[in-house]
């Protein structure tokens, strides 16, 4: 999806206002036609509340492909995360707004070698691989990288699997790229998986952890420094929804098979983070009923959006999913179909949490959510990013 990044302020919501309100008044307004999403600050910094509390041994490294805002990542290294990137330009992203290289993970494990050397470049040396060639690259153009081998193990439910791209079998090939990795003179730290994005399906998480447990050993075994479990991602983040039974899941397996707290756990949320901070609002613009053609009563209503599965809605080609509407307002005429300006929000707790703390800063926030301090219209500084629902 591409969002529109003509506000990278963060508006800071008086007591009497909240995403709903905010959301009324910019309609309201009549200034804002085009659709426009609201990022709930405040609904990010809870949920990395929830995850220090429900996954305490866990060290999160948010996965920067879910929604790249340099507001969400700007945020997010503030709280303590680390992040997940999985390219170039992700990583200079990250890195522009000042997080140390040290606390990134090249997560992708088939990168191309212009993305190699440049992780070289700017001291981005954790990364994953999956495969021997991976392993020839690594070794051509950055030796010293600190490896961390992929193992497949697919969750039976998830929104998007991932397992018949990424990951080796444990068993089969994991001893076998150990071994090349050996004999290439390269270092392997840890071992990661991911069950699948959206993971419906608990106990996945304790057959990956087990796994991952006879994979390390093997890495001992050779002699590699082990020291790093990277659960992945998987972790569902929409609104009403819980990670409660994961976590108990993950919590469990980590003191039966790594209890050892000399082992670093990192994981690698995306839609967690981010799923139900955002709300988007689009105008319905057309209306159709459609008619029984017996005796012409109304079977159903089609109402037309000003976006769509080209925009903010792509998510719904590729998993299932259900979008509910909830109307505002009776919509008007609209004639073009531009991406969604965001505009970000914080409540004052959360405002009075951040403001100081590295990298943010006080300029980053603004004061005031009414529509006479936004912005409204289309944005004009179009930049690729992806939110999820
Ligand atoms: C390597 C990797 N890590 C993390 C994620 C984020 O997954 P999730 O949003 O399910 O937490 C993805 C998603 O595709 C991924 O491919």
Redesign the pocket.
Known sequence: MQLSNNDELIHVMDTSTNVWSTIKDIADSGLQEDPFCVCDVSDIIKKHEEWIVKLPRIQPFY?V??NDSLNVIRVLAALGTCF?C?SEAEINKVLSVGVDPRHIIF???AKPLSHIRHAAAVGVSLM?FDSECELHKIKNLFPTANLVI?IRCDAAVA??Y?GKK?GCNPEKDAPCLMTLAHSLGLEIVGVSF?V????DDPPVYQKAIAAARKVFDHGLFLGFPMKLLDI????P?HKGCSIDRIAEVVNNALEEFFPDCGTQVIA?????YVASAYTLAANVYSKRELRNEKDGSITSVMYYINDGVYGTFNFILYEPAEVRPIPLKVASPFSGFPTPVVYTVIDEQGWTLLKNKHPMTETHFVIGNKPANLPLGTGSDIINGRA?F
């Open positions: 996965a492909k879910c997940d999985a997560a992708h494990p994953t992929r929104k998007c991932l990424f991911h699948g994005s959206g993971c992945g991602g998987g972790f983040g690698e949320p995306g839609r967690f999820t």
